[in-house]
């Protein structure tokens, strides 16, 4: 069935309908031959947009473009107004078509400068709109956790409890390996999960696993596990859970100091204390004077300063014994560990902090030497101590970064697999189906690692549900003969929605987001998004230019935006919603993702005569489809160099991050590139773009002719 | 009485309550959501982009388009300005009072043409408010409490302004009752009030304020001006742990202001060439590749471990700050255009009646703590925490609410 689209113009409060204005508008909508076209009054209240719902029911509408005015459409009445009428909220796209004109009073709309290319520009984006078939996807309902330890073990229990089949897949031989926190609650749950999971069916457990790959792709992944007898299986899993923590070393001081018999781990202490025959053995009989080292070469976490305190207080209880806590920033930043610290600090153990300098010592036969600047005093101190315990910062082996690899993922600057993008946080990675969870994403203390995994648990039920998915169909399509196979798609596709089946690139849908880097990216141009192919960009950019006989078109047609949906689009309603006027010689295109702007859509846009085109994306790291903004901000990069071996200045192409609360900086951003253009000067192509565009309508009306008297 | 509808009630539209009902609404439970201010947001929605060239993550954005959909979410019933009265258990449920203030403008013929805004004595005070969020609707709200009409019942010049008469002092809120399966307390904290601490200045002098009151000044003007002359702040400093980390106050460790003020002071230095200094106890950034980004801060600010013992502010002069550089050194003074005090997370002061109306205890430190069946809490109601975290704990909130409502009796 075609597409038929109800076209929804707001006669304002006040009749506007007789200005020449509005009739243009009129007639741009009739000339669309897709569509109907309805005039309401105040489309942008609550009874404008019940009308407009009644309307699209009335007449079985199965799209809707409806102008409303920026100062007071209401997305929301009118999605709220198709819910009621039993419509589908998102069939109706909104536009901002009204404008109050300076100084009139309130409910006199005029139509806003420009209306008429946004409007024809949206109808061209009407053409493209497809609803796809929905499909039952089967996906598989077995959930593999790669991790040992508390998070690893709430996430299995948390799969189980939710009806889903656990895969556990420990490094170690270890469930719950002795952790800092020895002698807390935290301990004694570990071990009573990892007993209680031991023991429960339907959990499968694979100690000293080795994770060889992970095929497939979120819903259906294909992990391929060799267990400690070097037997390798292959096992359909729907999600992975990852809660392994890097590899670490003892975080030494900057100057001098060395793991050794008398340097060890906090955790290696703790072991120590739970025995005390090991104390014993290895210091000799006490008392004891200890050092505690928190921090002092990279950073820790409040967990680290809990395990030191933790070590500090046993050994502060032991009588005649002695401990300092040297320290850089003393990282209370966790539940009650400021009044812990104090208590701590009253039960004798002595806290020393740096700001500047720091610790360093030699080792000896007997234990450690340390020297460092005391500030208050301002000398240099030394003493002896039978022992120095340091916490442990990443030092991730070659086998961590194998597993990142085989994950899909990467071991980040930190040693952690966190991704930069802050809207992977809380849970989610780089790689669709696969969460990070506790200690393998980072720095963290259990509150907020139980919540991570809580969180991966909700991601989990929205992606398998009970085993079957209903899903639209992939949006993604590879053209075969063009394709090479190269697989760029599935290197630069943020989510990892990019598969092979038979070796050929093929979307997931359960992964895909839509947002066009693929397609961009792609160097044969195989790759198409139904809804957001090329021609409709090319047809939109050339409907955004306008035609140069419109009075004031060709003033108009300086800066094209190409506006990022996610952020740089909410930040111009929102300055528009403020009551700002957007700079006149402006036009927008919105894409789905800055990833989606290419080469084609920067080219169509100077060769329709616009002096500049300015990309608006998600600031890098903090874009909304994870890595799109760093595509765009490479593409436009080489883009760039590429203008200027045309010739062509390099500056009019722009590019600018922005964020959707940046309402008043997204038109300093506007600003600016309109003065980079002042500045330039017209562009050499705008002449040929117009002698081509008087040329083609000249032809146009010759045909026109000819059908006629044909 | 009936076994309740499986639909929940959230309480708090700000980024935690907001991710919950969206989580619950997405896998089709109806969701009731009780905001006590007139608009949509709490405090997230407060919160300025801080991005140099590229993101800072604070995390700031990750409310944005969660806010967004929850104004248009099918499932999800909005009460703005509203107050959960009373909330009672019953076999399996809990059936909440709903009041409602009154809606003096009518959000049906209000064009939001700003009349009112412009004639409005008391609109410093917040008598006529307009949301953050670009996607709110109602776009304009009067405040009862700051409105001179409620007090004197005499000042009607926004009535009277009102070109398409939307507004009727003479309107009656709104009261119902309804059942729900299970409960979410969204309900947030509230910054610490540093007015008490007169030593900080704050409310004594104009050029001192709170960090939220920074955020939403960047966030509204783009930048960081002087209060007292409306001059871009050329040199700020930034004091650290007010109202946190204090024996006589709240003794605990808020998290996340370590973070923000280092956020905050960066993006000032790159944006506005400002000169920028912290003054620390201890930094507790941790986290998300923290060496790199505090080494960043330490090129790009000055970080004082000192903690300013007073500020004053002679009249038409600059701020002053009074405290000790380093161990041992003499006590010095210094001007700075803008003294930003990085207040801490306090306890939301509803707590205790929440806590009582949903039988919930309240922690040492006055927040939320969970143990009731059926009752979830989300987001800062329960500890510090930043947007990250709160948005993780609404998934938690989520999670919990759905696995209890799948295993209740059908």
């Known amino acids: 069935m075609s597409a038929r689209v109800g076209v929804f113009l707001c006669q304002g409060g006040r009749s506007q309908a007789d200005s020449l204005e509005f009739k243009k508008l009129r007639w741009t909508a009739e000339a669309f031959d897709q569509g109907r076209v309805f005039t309401v009054a105040h489309t942008c209240q609550a009874q404008g947009a019940a009308a407009v719902a009644r309307l699209i029911k009335e007449h079985e509408l199965t799209s809707a473009v409806v102008g409303a005015c920026p100062l007071l459409h209401n997305p929301g009445g009118l999605s709220r107004a198709l819910s009621a009428e039993g419509l589908d909220p998102q069939m109706a796209t909104v536009l901002d078509l009204c404008a109050k004109p300076e100084g009139e009073a309130s409910g006199v709309c005029a139509v806003a400068p420009g209306a008429q290319a946004a409007l024809s520009q949206a109808l061209c984006g009407e053409q493209f709109k497809q609803e796809l078939p929905l499909e039952d996807l089967a996906v598989a309902t077995s959930v593999l956790v790669v991790g040992e330890g508390l998070p690893a073990l709430w996430a299995a229990r948390g799969l189980l409890k939710a009806g889903y089949h656990p895969v556990l897949l420990t490094p170690s031989q270890r469930l719950a390996p002795p952790a800092l926190l020895l002698g807390t609650e935290a301990v004694d749950e570990a071990a009573a999960l990892a007993k209680e999971l031991e023991e429960a069916e339907g959990v499968t457990l694979i100690r000293q696993g080795r994770l060889l790959g992970l095929g497939g792709g979120a819903g259906n992944f294909t992990a391929t596990i060799a267990d400690r007898a070097g037997e390798i299986r292959s096992l359909s899993v729907g999600g992975v859970i990852v809660a392994q923590a890097p590899p670490k070393a003892l975080n030494l001081p900057p100057q001098g100091l060395a793991a050794g018999e008398r340097v060890v781990s906090l955790e290696e202490l703790a072991s120590l204390l739970q025995a005390p025959e090991h104390l014993k053995k290895r210091l000799g009989q006490g008392p004891y004077t200890v050092a505690l080292g928190v921090g002092l070469g990279r950073q820790a976490a409040p967990l680290d300063l809990i395990g030191a305190m933790n070590c500090a207080r046993k050994l502060a209880a032991g009588p005649q014994n002695r401990v300092v806590l040297f320290t850089n920033n003393a990282k209370v930043a966790g539940d009650d560990l400021e009044a812990l610290t104090q208590q701590v600090r009253g039960e004798g153990v002595v806290f020393v902090k740096f700001t500047t300098g720091g610790l360093r010592g030699d080792e000896t036969h007997e234990g450690v030497e340390l020297q460092w600047d005391e500030e208050i005093l301002g000398a240099t101190m030394a003493d002896h101590f039978d022992l120095l315990a340091l916490d442990q910062a990443p030092a991730p082996t070659p086998a961590y970064h194998e597993l990142a690899h085989r994950l899909g993922l990467s071991v980040g600057r930190d040693g952690y697999l966190q991704p930069e993008a802050v809207n992977a946080l809380p849970a989610k990675s780089r790689r669709a189906g696969v969460w990070l969870v506790g200690p393998a994403r980072g720095q963290g203390d259990l509150e907020r690692w139980a919540d991570e995994v809580q969180e991966a648990l909700y991601g989990v039920r929205r992606l398998l549900a009970q085993g079957t998915v209903r899903v639209e169909s992939s949006r993604v399509m590879v053209d075969r003969k063009r394709c090479t196979i190269c697989l760029t798609c599935v290197r630069v596709c943020p989510e990892g929605a990019m598969d092979r089946l038979f070796r050929r690139p093929m979307s997931n849908p359960l992964a895909c987001t839509g947002c066009g880097t693929c397609a961009a990216e792609c160097p044969m141009e195989a790759i198409q998004i139904v809804g957001q192919e090329d021609s409709r960009y090319s047809g939109e950019i050339a409907a955004a230019a306008g035609r140069v006989g419109d009075l004031g078109q060709a003033v108009e047609r300086r800066l094209l935006v190409l506006a990022c949906a996610n952020s740089a689009s909410p930040a111009l309603h929102a300055a528009r919603l403020q009551g700002a006027a957007l700079p006149s010689g402006l036009r927008l295109v919105q894409v789905p993702c800055a990833g989606k702007v290419d080469a084609d859509m920067v080219l169509e846009g100077l060769q329709r005569g616009f002096d500049g085109v300015l990309i608006l994306s998600c600031h890098p790291d903090a874009c909304y489809s994870l890595t799109g903004s760093t595509w765009a901000n490479m593409r436009a990069g080489h883009l760039g160099n590429l203008l200027a071996e045309t010739g062509l200045e390099p500056e009019r192409l722009m590019l600018s991050g922005v964020a959707p609360s940046q309402s008043k900086e997204v038109l300093a951003v506007i600003k600016k590139a309109l003065a980079t253009l002042d500045q330039l000067g017209p562009s050499p192509l705008k002449v040929g773009a117009q002698v081509r565009e008087v040329l083609t309508r000249y032809t146009l009306d010759m045909d026109d002719t000819f059908s006629i008297v044909g | ?410």
Do not use: W
């Open chain 2, 1 to 410: 009485m009936g076994l309740p509808k499986k639909q929940v009630l959230v309480i708090g539209g700000g980024v935690a309550g907001a991710t919950t009902a969206l989580d619950l609404a997405e896998q089709g439970v109806a969701v009731h959501l009780v905001e006590r201010d007139d608009f949509l947001g709490g405090r997230a929605a407060q919160l300025a982009c801080k991005a140099l060239d590229s993101c800072l993550k604070c995390n700031g954005c990750l409310a944005e388009p969660r806010l967004a959909a929850l104004t248009s979410h099918p499932l999800i019933t909005l009460h703005r300005a509203s107050t959960v009265a009373n909330l009672t258990g019953f076999d399996g449920g809990y059936q909440a009072v709903i009041d409602t203030r009154p809606a003096y403008i009518d959000a049906e013929r209000c064009t939001a043409c700003g009349l009112c805004l412009e004639a409005c004595p008391e609109v410093e005070a917040g008598a006529i408010r307009a949301p953050r969020l670009a996607a709110e609707a109602p776009r304009l709200a009067i405040d009862e409490t700051a409105c001179l009409y409620f007090k004197d019942g005499q000042s009607t010049v926004c009535r009277d302004v009102c070109p398409e008469e939307a507004i009727d002092f003479g309107r009656q809120g709104d009261s119902q009752t309804l059942d729900f399966a299970a409960v979410v307390l969204a309900t947030g904290f509230t910054p610490y009030d540093p007015t008490p601490a007169s030593r900080l200045g704050y409310g004594l002098f104009p050029d001192v304020i709170t960090a939220m009151e920074l955020e939403e000044m960047l966030r509204t003007q783009g930048r960081a001006v002087r209060p007292s002359d409306g001059e871009a702040a050329g040199k700020v400093a930034f004091v650290q742990c007010v109202g946190s980390r204090d024996v006589n106050g709240n003794n605990y460790c808020s998290r996340v202001c370590c973070g923000y003020a280092l956020r905050l002071g960066r993006a000032l230095a790159a944006r506005q060439q400002a000169e920028v200094a912290v003054f620390y106890m201890d930094l507790q950034s941790f986290g998300h590749a923290v060496d790199e980004f505090l080494e960043a801060a330490a090129g790009e600010l000055r970080l004082v471990r000192s903690m300013p013992y007073d500020i004053h502010q002679p009249p038409e002069g600059s701020v002053m700050l009074d405290y000790q550089p380093s161990p041992g050194a003499p006590p010095t003074s210094e001007p700075f255009d803008l003294v930003v005090l990085s207040v801490g997370l306090a306890p939301n002061p509803d707590n205790p009646a929440l806590a009582q109306m949903a039988g919930l205890d309240l922690n040492r430190h006055g927040f939320l703590a969970p143990g009731k069946q059926g009752v979830f809490l989300a987001g800062t109601a329960q500890r510090p925490m930043d947007v990250a975290e709160a948005v993780a704990s609404a998934g938690r909130a989520a999670q919990g609410a759905l696995t209890y409502l799948a295993e209740m009796q059908p």
